[in-house]
């Protein structure tokens, strides 16, 4: 069974139409400038995709992930950052949605991790520490950028 998509009027709350999608959609998102993304999976095999949703109200294939999970969608206006499992292993995937480049990531397990999507990197913070630290405007931080 695929998903239910319906149309709403928001002012007045009624449904302007509404149709069965062959697909099961998962989780979609919207970045900040309108465009509409969803992860989606295709009901009998099981398959995980990304999809955008067109003006003409279809939606277009972004990339195939095949049986690799797809979850937790972010999205800016350049970037998707999905977490992706293949193969009992755990990492990211980054989609650049201006021209579909894809890239990989391991997950970063060690640290606490922030997307920072101005310039699609992931910042890592230290998850361990101490109530006597002195810190002072100036200071040297431990910190690594992951591209």
């Not at 992930?65 to 977490?83: E, F, H, K, R, W």
């Amino acid at each position: 069974m695929g998903s239910l998509e319906i149309t709403i009027n928001s002012e007045t709350g009624k449904i302007l139409d509404n149709k069965w999608l062959p697909l099961r959609i998962n989780e979609v998102e919207q970045s900040p400038n309108g465009d509409i993304y969803a992860i989606a999976q295709e009901p009998s095999r099981k398959l995980f995709s990304l999809l955008q949703f067109q003006d003409n109200g279809e939606f277009s294939v972004v990339t195939e992930n095949g049986y690799s999970q797809l979850y937790g969608l972010q999205v800016s206006n350049q970037t998707a950052l999905l977490n992706e499992t293949w193969r009992g292993e755990q990492g990211y995937l980054l989609v650049d949605v201006k021209d579909n480049q894809l890239t990989h990531r391991a997950e970063l397990n060690e640290y606490d991790k922030t997307f920072n999507s101005v310039d699609n990197t992931f910042i890592k913070l230290g998850n361990s520490y101490l109530d006597d630290v002195e810190i002072a405007n100036g200071d040297l931080v431990s910190h690594q950028i992951a591209k």
